[in-house]
């Protein structure tokens, strides 16, 4: 199992971003995908999920007016958009495959994105 | 929101050393949580899921117990390796929330 992230960015304020995260090695479908970041020096917070299946996708209320999450089943990869970004949201970003034996858990992870949004 | 807080933390301990971290949820996650091990520059390793269950090629001296709002990790005798910052993460309800973590040192 792997997956596979875009490589970092950098933003202006007030602008968009788009992380992809391809996965391979293992049946897609059958599974979901966390969207996870950790500002410097933070701990971890969620930011939505999307299932590979068929596309449903849920978000946190703190990013639900500004992330977009997708999938694309042909190349299986999913993607994070974050649109009106602001200093706050440099971090870095992950994306983790859930689902399967365990409820609570994501053995496997992206290596990360770094987003800076910096003027 | 579910609140996850761990305690305590920070531990600084030596290797050999048994050591137990807490995470308390707010309100009660069943047995849907996580532990979870990040080193710097590193992705985050999953040690424990759903409240008891160790991970693929993790260690057997990881454990983990509980099971409502009250949960332990518990490392029977440290290695060198084992220090880092701990993670607890819960999935019974959304939004997904994770604790702020416990500093092995």
């Known amino acids: 199992v792997l997956l596979v992230q875009s490589g970092p960015e950098v933003r202006r304020p007030g602008a968009s971003v788009k992380v992809s995260c391809k996965a391979s090695?293992?049946?897609?479908?059958?599974?979901?995908f966390d969207w996870v970041r950790q500002a410097p020096g933070q701990g971890f917070e969620w930011m939505g999920w999307?299932?590979?299946?068929?596309?449903?996708?849920d978000s946190s209320q703190r990013f639900q007016d500004r992330i977009t999450l997708t999938v694309d089943k042909s190349t299986e990869t999913v993607f994070m958009e974050l649109k009106r970004l602001t200093s706050d949201d440099t971090a870095i970003y992950y994306c983790?495959?859930?689902?399967?034996?365990?409820?609570?858990?994501?053995?496997?992870w992206g290596q990360g994105t770094q987003v800076t949004v910096s003027s | 929101e579910i609140v996850l807080t761990q305690s305590p933390a920070t531990l600084s301990l030596s290797p050999g050393q048994r050591v137990t971290l807490s995470c308390r949820a707010s309100q009660s996650v069943s047995y849907y949580l996580a532990w979870y091990q990040l080193k710097p520059g590193r992705v985050p390793r999953l040690l424990i899921y759903d409240a008891s269950n160790r991970a693929t090629g993790i260690p057997a001296r990881f454990s983990g117990s509980g099971s409502g709002t009250d949960f332990t990790l518990t490392i029977t005798s440290l290695e060198p390796e084992d220090f880092a910052i701990y993670y607890c993460q819960q999935r019974s309800a959304w939004p997904v929330t994770f604790g702020q973590g416990t500093r092995l040192e």
């Open positions: 983790a495959r859930v689902g399967g034996v365990a409820v609570a858990g994501s053995q496997f």
């Open positions: 090695g293992y049946t897609f479908s059958n599974y979901g």
């Open positions: 999307i299932t590979a299946h068929n596309g449903k996708s």
